[in-house]
C-alpha cells in the first residue's frame, strides 16, 4: 500500500522559509515522477514543482521559479520542497504525489496523493 506522508508545514512570516518533506513508502518509485501541488481555500489545487525519482530532473511553476526547489533523497524515499522567500499568496495546504505515467504538471494523472500540510504566510 502506498503512503505519502508530508510534514514540514507552519506557520511564517513573509520573506522566510520553509522545508516540506514527503516520506514515501509502500513501493520502489523508480520511473515515477513525484510532485508538489497546493490548493488555497477556494482555489483549485495548482501545479508547484516536479521531479523524476531516477536522475532528478525539475521543474517549478512560475509562480515559484527561483524561490522554492524540489529535490528528492532516493536513499530515504523522501521528497523535499525548500521554500525561499514566502509570500501571503503561497498560503495553501500543500500535497505531494507520486505519478506512474512520469513526468506531469498534470494532477489528475497523480495516482497517490499525502494528506496534505499547511503553510500559512503572514503578511
Known amino acids: 500500500q502506498v503512503q505519502l506522508v508530508e510534514s514540514g508545514g507552519g506557520l511564517v512570516q513573509a520573506g522566510g522559509s520553509l522545508r516540506l518533506s514527503c516520506a514515501a513508502s509502500?513501493?520502489?518509485?523508480?520511473?515515477?515522477?513525484m510532485g508538489w501541488f497546493r490548493q488555497a481555500p477556494g482555489k483549485e489545487r495548482e501545479f508547484v514543482a516536479v521531479?523524476?525519482?531516477?536522475?532528478?530532473?525539475?521543474e517549478h511553476a512560475n509562480s515559484v521559479k527561483g524561490r522554492f526547489a524540489i529535490s528528492r533523497d532516493s536513499a530515504k524515499n523522501t521528497l523535499y520542497l525548500q521554500m525561499n522567500s514566502l509570500k501571503p499568496e503561497d498560503t495553501a495546504v500543500y500535497y505531494c504525489a507520486a505519478s506512474r505515467g512520469g513526468f506531469t504538471r498534470n494532477a489528475r494523472e497523480y495516482e497517490y496523493w499525502g494528506q496534505g500540510t499547511q503553510v500559512t504566510v503572514s503578511s
Open positions: 521531479i523524476t525519482w531516477i536522475g532528478g530532473y525539475g
Open positions: 509502500g513501493r520502489t518509485f523508480s520511473g515515477y515522477a
